[in-house]
């Protein structure tokens, strides 16, 4: 992809100008528009495809691959047969045998059968004033240590390399959406450059090879057929003699000055410098990558911030609610205390056991019997059914005052013993509930007034609530409450008349049923629902600006103004300027102007 940006850049910034260089200097008869200094329009993607057919890194790419197919031919040339032929045409100008000439002739009858005068060399190839030589030679390569092959292998490589096809493969129209940093990260390091780098490394190692075929011998058969003719005068004539020559010839490396030991190393050498290479490349264009993640994050997240959010008013019910936060506690609380410094001898009772009023929990030294305040629980129960089988008798008039007055005596009575026992006795419940803490301990000696047990009268729990005066004008008693959390709900039980002296707080306290969830010593954070609409057009809160409202209207916004009614934390009442069903801003709108064109999409 850069490559291909770096050959639109040339099309879009070096044309015009070559263009006009071009037009003032040989004309602009019948020239392309850019060369008459017309403007040309050009789409991106036709851009695009004249820098893939005229740039100059394109041509040069095909000028490598046009070398690379004949360095091939040359290297396939090595394993093909060898034919040559020659003609050599020598004239003597002066020879040895020429002294033997000078010196005389052989005189006539001497045996040889030659006249006297006649040159004896004249049937022989030497000495001759013209000599004509035709060959014609065959060799063929049968062992060259894999050299060809091994040429081909790279050749072939370098070919492959560079017959990469050249074209767009990402659309020019692009959506800005999150990526898959994985797989952008993969094709990253399979970028051409990086796959050039790696086949030259591979490139390297066949370089490798071929230097080590140095160490090895070679081997060809050579076959060669010659004629040759010495005539009298500067021409041939028909008198041609042959010569045929066949042959093997084997080469051994002995020594060439440790000429094939350093082609070694260097193949060697160029390897692991191309190895360094294609890491820094790698690391290169991993870092590039990092920076252009980091580029589109920071360009995704502007797109982001300029988008905004549209939503539907519509129409539904509005509560308000005052959220306010403190401590449940029990509708009563009492805590036993000891009554002198006895050493507590046995506490009956744990955090979260359920007891009652009377009942004894915990016992001192030196205290009373259970047997007494049993009996004394008994004469008080019998008092008071006494009283209640008279009390419908006395009402009719069946029975007469002083008896109704017996009754209720002896009653006082029997509630006087049980109390006079629990004073002997200590350590009961002063009220029914659960035991919330026991600060005591078995064998312990407590200082007289020291809490022992504290019981919480859990029939209901109460939240009492500090509010400034200000809160305190929008309460009623009454008013519905809940605690989220536990999934409680009460109402508003009290509101102090005048606020507190020394805070200037007002005190208000929630109640909530003793079945509910709720636990005494909590920090609750308790609503109070102070207003609720029905049925009401509502947008979210964060739609209304200055009492107004951007309302996205066909494809233009409108800053539109609205009377607003009740609200909470997330929605607000529109009394008045906008219907259920339009479309409002909820973010982004800081972007938009009056009229502004804007486009809806999923």
């Given at each position: 992809?850069?490559?291909?940006?770096?050959?639109?850049?040339?099309?879009?910034?070096?044309?015009?100008?070559?263009?006009?260089?071009?037009?003032?200097?040989?004309?602009?008869?019948?020239?392309?528009?850019?060369?008459?200094?017309?403007?040309?329009?050009?789409?991106?993607?036709?851009?695009?495809?004249?820098?893939?057919?005229?740039?100059?890194?394109?041509?040069?790419?095909?000028?490598?691959?046009?070398?690379?197919?004949?360095?091939?031919?040359?290297?396939?040339?090595?394993?093909?047969?060898?034919?040559?032929?020659?003609?050599?045409?020598?004239?003597?100008?002066?020879?040895?045998?020429?002294?033997?000439?000078?010196?005389?002739?052989?005189?006539?009858?001497?045996?040889?059968?030659?006249?006297?005068?006649?040159?004896?060399?004249?049937?022989?190839?030497?000495?001759?004033?013209?000599?004509?030589?035709?060959?014609?030679?065959?060799?063929?390569?049968?062992?060259?240590?894999?050299?060809?092959?091994?040429?081909?292998?790279?050749?072939?490589?370098?070919?492959?390399?560079?017959?990469?096809?050249?074209?767009?493969?990402?659309?020019?129209?692009?959506?800005?959406?999150?990526?898959?940093?994985?797989?952008?990260?993969?094709?990253?390091?399979?970028?051409?450059?990086?796959?050039?780098?790696?086949?030259?490394?591979?490139?390297?190692?066949?370089?490798?090879?071929?230097?080590?075929?140095?160490?090895?011998?070679?081997?060809?058969?050579?076959?060669?057929?010659?004629?040759?003719?010495?005539?009298?005068?500067?021409?041939?004539?028909?008198?041609?003699?042959?010569?045929?020559?066949?042959?093997?010839?084997?080469?051994?490396?002995?020594?060439?000055?440790?000429?094939?030991?350093?082609?070694?190393?260097?193949?060697?050498?160029?390897?692991?410098?191309?190895?360094?290479?294609?890491?820094?490349?790698?690391?290169?264009?991993?870092?590039?990558?990092?920076?252009?993640?980091?580029?589109?994050?920071?360009?995704?997240?502007?797109?982001?911030?300029?988008?905004?959010?549209?939503?539907?008013?519509?129409?539904?019910?509005?509560?308000?609610?005052?959220?306010?936060?403190?401590?449940?506690?029990?509708?009563?609380?009492?805590?036993?205390?000891?009554?002198?410094?006895?050493?507590?001898?046995?506490?009956?009772?744990?955090?979260?056991?359920?007891?009652?009023?009377?009942?004894?929990?915990?016992?001192?030294?030196?205290?009373?019997?259970?047997?007494?305040?049993?009996?004394?629980?008994?004469?008080?129960?019998?008092?008071?059914?006494?009283?209640?089988?008279?009390?419908?008798?006395?009402?009719?008039?069946?029975?007469?005052?002083?008896?109704?007055?017996?009754?209720?005596?002896?009653?006082?009575?029997?509630?006087?013993?049980?109390?006079?026992?629990?004073?002997?006795?200590?350590?009961?419940?002063?009220?029914?509930?659960?035991?919330?803490?026991?600060?005591a301990r078995v064998g312990s000696f407590p200082q007289p007034g020291d809490p022992l047990v504290r019981v919480v009268d859990d029939s209901a729990y109460r939240v009492p609530l500090r509010i400034s005066e200000g809160q305190a004008r929008e309460l009623e008693r009454g008013m519905s409450a809940r605690v989220a959390a536990y999934d409680a709900t009460g109402e508003l039980d009290r509101i102090a008349i005048q606020a507190s002296a020394v805070t200037r707080l007002v005190e208000v306290e929630a109640r909530?049923?003793?079945?509910?969830?709720?636990?005494?010593?909590?920090?609750?954070?308790?609503?109070?629902?102070?207003?609720?609409?029905?049925?009401?057009?509502?947008?979210?809160?964060?739609?209304?600006?200055?009492?107004?409202?951007?309302?996205?209207?066909?494809?233009?916004?409108?800053?539109?103004?609205?009377?607003?009614?009740?609200?909470?934390?997330?929605?607000?009442?529109?009394?008045?300027?906008?219907?259920?069903?339009?479309?409002?801003?909820?973010?982004?709108?800081?972007?938009?102007?009056?009229?502004?064109?804007?486009?809806?999409?999923?």
């Open positions: 992809m850069a490559s291909v940006v770096g050959l639109l850049a040339v099309a879009l910034y070096t044309a015009p100008g070559e263009l006009a260089a071009q037009s003032s200097s040989e004309g602009t008869e019948g020239a392309p528009a850019a060369m008459r200094g017309e403007s040309t329009s050009l789409s991106l993607d036709e851009a695009v495809e004249r820098a893939l057919e005229f740039g100059e890194e394109v041509a040069l790419v095909r000028e490598q691959i046009a070398q690379a197919e004949e360095e091939i031919t040359q290297v396939r040339s090595g394993a093909l047969p060898q034919v040559s032929g020659n003609l050599t045409d020598t004239r003597q100008i002066r020879s040895i045998l020429d002294a033997l000439s000078d010196a005389g002739t052989l005189p006539p009858g001497n045996g040889n059968g030659m006249d006297e005068g006649e040159d004896p060399f004249a049937d022989l190839p030497f000495g001759r004033p013209n000599t004509w030589i035709a060959t014609l030679s065959v060799s063929q390569t049968l062992y060259a240590a894999g050299q060809v092959s091994i040429g081909l292998d790279i050749a072939e490589r370098v070919r492959a390399l560079l017959r990469s096809e050249l074209e767009l493969t990402t659309a020019l129209e692009a959506e800005l959406r999150d990526v898959d940093r994985r797989a952008l990260e993969a094709a990253v390091l399979d970028r051409p450059s990086l796959q050039a780098a790696r086949a030259q490394i591979r490139i390297g190692e066949d370089q490798v090879r071929l230097a080590r075929s140095g160490y090895r011998p070679t081997a060809s058969a050579f076959a060669e057929v010659g004629y040759q003719s010495f005539p009298r005068t500067v021409f041939p004539d028909s008198d041609w003699r042959e010569d045929w020559n066949v042959g093997v010839q084997i080469s051994v490396p002995i020594f060439n000055g440790f000429r094939t030991g350093a082609e070694v190393e260097q193949a060697r050498s160029e390897v692991r410098q191309s190895e360094l290479e294609r890491q820094q490349a790698e690391d290169g264009l991993l870092l590039e990558f990092d920076g252009a993640v980091g580029d589109f994050d920071a360009a995704l997240s502007q797109v982001t911030a300029r988008r905004t959010t549209v939503e539907q008013a519509d129409r539904g019910d509005l509560e308000s609610w005052r959220q306010f936060s403190d401590t449940v506690t029990g509708e009563r609380e009492a805590v036993l205390r000891a009554r002198s410094d006895d050493e507590i001898r046995e506490i009956r009772a744990d955090v979260g056991d359920r007891v009652t009023m009377g009942q004894t929990l915990v016992r001192q030294a030196g205290q009373g019997s259970d047997a007494r305040i049993r009996q004394a629980q008994a004469g008080v129960q019998q008092a008071d059914r006494a009283v209640e089988r008279l009390r419908p008798l006395w009402e009719a008039g069946a029975r007469s005052d002083q008896d109704w007055d017996d009754a209720n005596t002896q009653l006082e009575l029997a509630e006087a013993d049980l109390e006079s026992a629990a004073e002997v006795q200590g350590g009961i419940a002063p009220i029914s509930g659960v035991i919330s803490e026991v600060p909530f049923p003793g079945s509910s969830s709720l636990r005494p010593g909590a920090l609750v954070t308790v609503g109070i629902l102070v207003a609720a609409a029905e049925d009401v057009v509502r947008v979210p809160r964060q739609a209304l600006r200055a009492g107004a409202v951007w309302v996205v209207s066909g494809d233009e916004a409108e800053f539109r103004e609205v009377e607003v009614g009740l609200r909470n934390e997330e929605m607000v009442e529109i009394v008045s300027g906008l219907d259920a069903g339009e479309a409002v801003v909820v973010e982004g709108a800081s972007l938009l102007s009056d009229g502004a064109r804007v486009q809806v999409v999923d």
